[in-house]
C-alpha cells in the first residue's frame, strides 16, 4: 500500500508562489507515473502536471504551462509542485496521486491513478 500527504496549500493573492509537497510512503517500488491533480467546488477533478519515474517526462495542463513545475525527489519520496503566478482560477483542492498498476490510460487522467491523498487547499484572491 501506498500513503500520500500532501502539503504546502494555503491563501495568497494573484501573481504570488506557493510550493506543494507529497510525501509517498509505503510500497513505492513499482510507481508508474505521479501527478498533482485538483478540483474546484462544482468542477470534475483534472490533472494538473504529471511526471513519469522511468523516462523523466512531465506533462502539464495548457493552463499551468510556464507557470508551474513538477519535480521529483527520488532519495525522499517527495513530490514537489511549485506554483508561480498564481491565479484565481487556480483556486481549487489539489490531490497527489500516483499509479503503481498499469492501466492503459494516460497518467493526465484522473481515473488512471490507483493511489490518492487527501488533498490540500489552494486559495488565489484577486
Known amino acids: 500500500q501506498v500513503q500520500l500527504v500532501e502539503s504546502g496549500g494555503g491563501s495568497v493573492q494573484a501573481g504570488g508562489s506557493l510550493q506543494l509537497s507529497c510525501v509517498a510512503s509505503?510500497?513505492?517500488?513499482?510507481?508508474?507515473?505521479l501527478g498533482w491533480f485538483r478540483q474546484a467546488p462544482g468542477k470534475e477533478r483534472e490533472a494538473v502536471a504529471t511526471?513519469?519515474?522511468?523516462?523523466?517526462?512531465?506533462y502539464y495542463a495548457d493552463s499551468v504551462k510556464g507557470r508551474f513545475t513538477i519535480s521529483l525527489d527520488n532519495a525522499e519520496n517527495i513530490l514537489y509542485l511549485q506554483m508561480n503566478s498564481l491565479k484565481p482560477a487556480d483556486t481549487a483542492m489539489y490531490y497527489c496521486?500516483?499509479?503503481?498498476?498499469?492501466?492503459?490510460?494516460?497518467?493526465?487522467?484522473?481515473?488512471?491513478?490507483?493511489?490518492w491523498g487527501k488533498g490540500t487547499q489552494v486559495t488565489i484572491s484577486s
Open positions: 496521486a500516483t499509479r503503481t498498476v498499469g492501466s492503459g490510460l494516460s497518467c493526465m487522467i484522473p481515473r488512471g491513478m490507483n493511489n
Open positions: 509505503g510500497y513505492t517500488d513499482n510507481t508508474i507515473c
Open positions: 511526471i513519469y519515474t522511468r523516462a523523466g517526462s512531465r
